[in-house]
């Protein structure tokens, strides 16, 4: 089975930054596109950057110029650079990426997520 595995969270104080990490393993045809979403308490889930093959990267408005995505397709990983980290940035951080699995039939696979805390 196709796993995406999260690293990097943490408690950092504002103004700080963390990258996060997502690799993906399992018997894997080809990934399409990779993307950073995040839940924070009490709201929805929402995208934060998408980096899909062959196309521009896309962010939310709320993190343009301060984060950073980028993937390493030998090592079926994303990442997410963050800089100046503010409060409003404390959410649960979720890996996404659409894929081919071993059968050739789409799959979107999310990972399980890591914590991000940002003190003021």
């Known amino acids: 089975q196709v796993q995406l595995v999260e690293s990097g969270g943490g408690l950092v104080q504002a103004g700080g930054s963390l990258r996060l990490s997502c690799a993906a393993s399992g018997i894997i045809v080809s990934i399409n596109s990779m993307a950073w979403y995040r839940q924070a308490p009490g709201k929805q889930r929402e995208l934060v950057a998408t980096i899909p093959s062959g196309s521009r990267i896309n962010y939310a408005d709320a993190v343009k110029g301060r984060f950073a995505i980028s993937r390493d397709n030998a090592k079926n990983t994303v990442y997410l650079k963050m800089n100046r980290l503010k409060p409003e940035d404390t959410a649960v951080y979720y890996c996404?990426?659409?894929?081919?699995?071993?059968?050739?039939?789409?799959?979107?696979?999310w990972g399980q997520g890591t914590l991000v805390t940002v003190s003021s």
């Open positions: 996404n990426a659409g894929l081919l699995g071993p059968d050739k039939g789409y799959l979107e696979v």
